[in-house]
């Protein structure tokens, strides 16, 4: 996924079509939460516009991330598009324009911005659904504490709700006489 600016020139009239495979495994060592990722499908085209070429780009593939509440692999397929374009006079470009890059000694390589807008896509937190407390890395319950799920929690609520402390039941008896 490099191309030397006399290269991308040439093609400047016809455009540049794209569908390659990148093996982006380096992001292991990168991110500590990623645990494994595939190799990425990169597709798209490149249109040029006076000086500026502009990568259209879809990249596809998934990875294993550790579930949240268990540390269970969780399979997390990403579908990215993103607009990465290049300044091919060699006039510098403006700071803020994030999505304007120059060329690296003659070459536009994209392999960096691929990985940079994978690691963008990152989740916060990803959960395993129906992992079996026997198969799940961390432990679900100590003493005195359990990991429930929302709707447990809320039939809990409840419940409580509903059993009224027996000292209590006058002093909610009250506060039914004013609702009325």
């Known amino acids: 996924m490099r191309w030397s600016v006399q290269q991308l020139l040439a093609k400047r009239h016809e ?10 495994s380096e992001l292991i060592d990168r991110d500590r939460e990623i645990r494994d990722i595939t190799s990425v499908t990169v597709k798209g ?8 070429a502009a990568f259209d780009l879809r990249l596809q593939g998934s990875m294993i991330l550790p579930c949240a509440r268990t540390l269970a692999d969780v ?14 006079d060699g006039m510098p ?38 992992i079996d407390e026997k198969d799940a890395p961390a432990p679900q319950k100590g003493k005195d504490w359990a990991v429930v799920s929302q709707k447990e929690l809320e039939t809990q609520k409840s419940e409580e709700q509903t059993n009224v402390d027996p000292r209590m039941a006058d002093l909610a008896k009250f506060f039914d006489k004013d609702k009325n």
Do not use: C, M, W
């Open 75 to 88: 399979h997390f397929p990403f579908d990215i598009e993103t607009t990465e374009r290049f300044r091919l």
């Open 93 to 130: 470009v403006d700071e803020e324009d994030v999505s304007l890059h120059e060329p690296e000694e003659g070459y536009v390589d994209l392999l960096p911005y691929i990985k940079e807008n994978i690691l963008l896509e990152l989740p916060i937190q990803v959960f395993a659904e129906d």
């Open 45 to 52: 085209n490149v249109t040029f516009t006076g000086e500026t």
């Open 15 to 24: 455009g540049l079509t794209l569908d390659d495979q990148v093996d982006v």
